[in-house]
């Protein structure tokens, strides 16, 4: 489908995905797909995920979505490279759907002059003795928790600026705690390197785009522009509730009920792929 051209409204007809989409099936939803747009031609860039679709590139024990099989549903996607080493070790890249492709959606305010800027540097998990929570950051495709009780305004946890969760339930009914959230500026320097106890560490203004990207006027769930229904990537019941969620999925296909209906729920349109390239 490289060869077709979106319509001029696509991003409106985007925008309006509902539940009857997903239950009449994929086909009421679907929208076309061509080359890529991209803001910058680093090396790093959209070209670079696309080409992580290859079957060679990533190990067997990733889960990944390149930009152009990503569901219709989301607008944006967050990708992060969680190696611990390689040339595109700890980066993220913010991405957005621009009628028929996508582009890097924003440059770090903080890039020095003559760097890419679209990749931004990130610590991910790495491991610690005697922290049996801590370490390395889970690979896999997450929706952005929708819920009540994982919207985070300002400072949370000790050193956790603005968190952004994913939706994650261990098998035990635990909830992840993984997060991409900023950090204080004494640990700036770490960026780059894995050094988190499993989230995803970010400079302060990193975190301020993503948060007025999802939440430009301050609050969660549907006063946000990006709210609307998407997949969801667990077979439970998606309450906005304390409740575990189980029978999840970590390499984004579609789940359905027992009469073939894709499983949705109301969410972020905002997908995280979370990957490890360790390529030289």
Known sequence: MSGLVCP???QRSANFLTRRSFVRGAAAATVCFSPSIAKAS????????????ESSSLADTNKFVAPHAVHDAYSHVIYVNVAYSGAAMQKMWVLRRRFSGWDLAYRDPTAVSGSDGW???V?????????????PTPVGVFNIDERSHRYRGGWGSPGMYKAVYIDLHYSSGRASGVAIHGT?????TQLGTPASHGCVRVTQPNMDVIHSMLFPHGEPREHSPLWGEV???????PEDSWAARSGYVRDGRLLHDTIGNTLTKPGYKVLAVFFRDDRA
């Open 42 to 53: 680093n090396s790093l860039g959209i070209d670079y995920l696309e080409g992580l679709s």
């Open 184 to 188: 204080t500026q004494s640990r700036y």
């Open 231 to 237: 997949p969801r990537y667990f077979t439970s019941d």
């Open 8 to 10: 001029d409204n696509y």
């Open 119 to 121: 990749s931004w540097p």
């Open 123 to 135: 610590s991910s998990g790495a491991l610690y003795a005697n922290e049996a929570r801590a370490g």
